[in-house]
């Protein structure tokens, strides 16, 4: 965890040696796709240095693309929303975003870095979770985007080499660890990123550390410190002395390290000194207590415990301060004191215990209800200047007309709009007619489908199956002891028979939408494809899928059904990723599977793909169908949840 720390801490630095502090007001008048690619650019520049404001800079240029319909702009925005939330350290929103982004990434054919940096973006926070299958299944996604795109020697490759060697350091491979450190190093190098270079020297250098490389492990770790002073880089020099430090304190020189912590402490500035300072007071007051010097040790862990508990941080570290607290008041005899140390630190543990339960979901909470507010003074503000926009356009006309004939013209403007207005109500009345038409005849279709269902599924289990039953047991009766062998032979059969019967007609009417919710369903249906064998299908949800009518439901639950079976019988894949998300009233459904895939094509010469189109129409929804021979199939559907109500 040290190295995915300092890794974090120093990647996100990068942009710092682009991009000034001046750069961080901008007017977003947008006129063009590079401009608008222009600006996301500069807004991400400050993803590490200041998230929040990154985040409020990338929210209207976002809007903006939405409006325009720039794709890749929206892609591109909500990546890099994604990676300042995970700056933040908000790993559940900046997965939120990343998924959210996934769909129009991969429409762009033109930026595949940017396809790159979205699968590293997502893995990072499975590596944090301790999700180590989901976060190599993304970085070796990544990875072969770079390999096909000829990207080996670019900075997001230094930065995935990076995180795939954090990968299998967690894992204890440190060979494999090593391998990617310096394929980052030499890309770095020939780049000359400074900053990047700065992060690997600190990772060799805690690798070596691990491996008990001393030496080593100082040398990588003076080269970081070097570059970090020579680049004025605050943070990175703090962190690099705050791990020579802590090296020498673990390896038994305390005296040693000192030095080390209180340099730590001289260079933190600005409004977030404190912050930057806590670490090393704790650091301080420990190294001074293995050193025995318990006098200083108090002085720096009360100023330590003072500092976390005013700014309400770093509780895990005030556990063992007062812990030290505990043991400096016993070496001194006040064993009244030792106790009351003592005594706060079961009171702080009791504490952290109870709310570590609920701490999550009431951060993801608040981070909803904050997003939602940001988007609604967004689109208000968008609304704000299209309003603005027809008003100036509309005293641009008036005043061209000249005053002789500004009466006629008014005349004719209100006859012409208001002929035009009604053309268009007329237009509208005739267009809902028509869609309300349409969708009450494939209502019709689809129930006289089900119905149909239904009836079948009667007569196989009453008609056939009861035949089959009877047959069998008819059979039992007389069998004889010359003829056993033939007789359990066909009874065989027949069950067989019987059970594929009792199959057929739970899939043609399943009951399995009166008895579960509609995620229950689809994790129960998904869990039987995956006991049979391959595929191995992963079911994900984001965010609050809200109950539908049943009619609506069982579209949606034969939608994914289609898709499911399709994959089995056609795509010839090892594993599946099913994502069904909830968010901004939308809910989509993304389904992904490593597949032989198929010529785009033959998307629309297909029964089972037409078929599936017909019941997205049924509930007023998009397709978007995406398929390469060898690349396997992406299907992204998405619903608006206030026409479901209406279905």
């Known amino acids: 965890m040290r190295n995915i720390v300092f890794c974090t801490l120093l990647f996100l630095l990068m942009p710092l040696f682009s991009w000034g502090k001046e750069n961080k007001t901008y007017t977003f008048q947008v006129s063009d796709t590079g401009r608008t690619l222009g600006l996301i650019d500069q807004a991400a520049a400050f993803e590490f240095i200041d998230p929040d404001s990154c985040i409020a800079l990338l929210r209207p240029i976002l809007e903006l693309s939405k409006h325009n319909g720039f794709n890749r702009g929206v892609g591109a925005a909500l990546t890099h929303i994604g990676l300042a939330h995970m700056a933040i350290g908000e790993t559940d929103s900046a997965l939120l975003y990343y998924h959210l982004a996934m769909p129009y990434v991969q429409q762009s054919s033109y930026d595949r870095s940017l396809v790159a940096l979205l699968y590293t973006g997502i893995g990072f926070p499975y590596l944090r979770k301790s999700d180590y299958r989901l976060a190599g299944s993304f970085f070796y996604r990544a990875l072969a985007v770079i390999t096909e795109n000829n990207l080996q020697e670019s900075a997001i490759a230094a930065r995935l080499y990076m995180d795939i060697g954090d990968l299998w350091w967690v894992l204890r491979r440190y060979a494999d660890t090593k391998n990617y450190f310096l394929k980052s190093e030499k890309i770095a190098q020939e780049l000359n990123d400074t900053a990047a270079l700065i992060a690997i020297y600190g990772n060799l250098g805690n690798l070596y550390y691990s491996l008990n490389d001393l030496g080593t492990s100082d040398v990588y770790m003076r080269h970081a410190l070097a570059l970090a002073e020579q680049k004025h880089v605050v943070r990175a020099q703090q962190q690099i002395l705050a791990n020579m430090g802590a090296t020498l304190r673990q390896t038994g020189r305390p005296k040693e390290a000192i030095p080390y912590f209180e340099k730590a402490v001289a260079l933190a500035d600005g409004r977030h000194a404190h912050q930057h300072n806590l670490q090393s007071y704790y650091n301080l007051g420990f190294a001074y207590y293995d050193a025995g010097d318990y006098e200083k040790a108090k002085v720096y862990v009360q100023k330590a415990i003072r500092l976390s508990e005013a700014l309400d941080m770093d ?48 951060r993801l909470e608040d981070n909803y209800r904050v997003a939602q507010k940001d988007k609604q003074i967004a689109q208000k503000q968008l609304l704000l200047s299209k309003k603005e926009l027809e008003i100036k ?19 004719l403007f209100i006859v012409v709009r208001l002929n035009n207005h009604k053309r268009h109500l007329n237009e509208m009345e ?60 066909v009874m065989r059969l027949l069950s067989d028979t019987a059970d594929e019967v009792r199959q057929t007609a739970h899939n043609l009417m399943p009951d399995i939408l009166t008895k579960n919710s509609l995620k229950d369903a689809l994790l129960l249906y998904s869990a039987d494809i995956s006991a049979g064998g391959r595929p191995e299908i992963d079911v ?15 579209i949606f639950y034969r939608i994914a059904q289609e898709l499911i079976q399709n994959i089995v019988k056609h795509s010839r894949a090892t594993s599946a990723v099913i994502q069904i998300i909830q968010d901004d009233g939308r809910l989509n459904l993304i389904v992904e599977d490593n597949g032989i895939g198929f010529e785009q094509s033959e998307i629309n010469k297909g029964f089972g793909l037409q078929n599936l189109q017909f019941r997205v129409q049924s509930l007023q929804g998009y397709i978007s169908i995406t398929s390469a021979i060898g690349k396997g199939t992406s299907v992204y559907i998405e619903f608006d949840l206030e026409k479901l109500k209406n279905v």
């Open 540 to 554: 994900q949800f984001h965010g609050r899928l809200e109950e539908m009518n049943k009619s609506v439901e069982l």
């Open 315 to 362: 509780k895990e570290h005030i556990g063992e301060a007062m812990l030290v607290m505990a043991g400096i008041f016993e070496k001194e005899h006040d064993y009244e004191a030792a106790n009351q140390w003592l005594n706060r630190h079961i009171a702080l543990v009791e504490d952290m215990l109870e709310k570590q339960a609920d701490s999550s979901i009431n």
């Open 393 to 411: 356009n509309k005293n641009s006309w008036i005043i061209g007309f000249s005053a002789g004939l500004l009466l006629l013209g008014m005349l």
């Open 430 to 489: 005739i267009r809902n007619l028509t869609q309300e038409k349409q969708l009450l005849y494939l209502k019709a279709i689809m129930e006289g489908e089900e119905k149909e269902r239904a009836r079948l599924a009667r007569d196989l289990h009453d008609g056939i199956g009861g035949m089959l039953a009877s047959a069998k047991m008819t059979l039992g009766a007389i069998k004889d002891a010359d003829r056993t062998a033939s007789l359990e032979s």
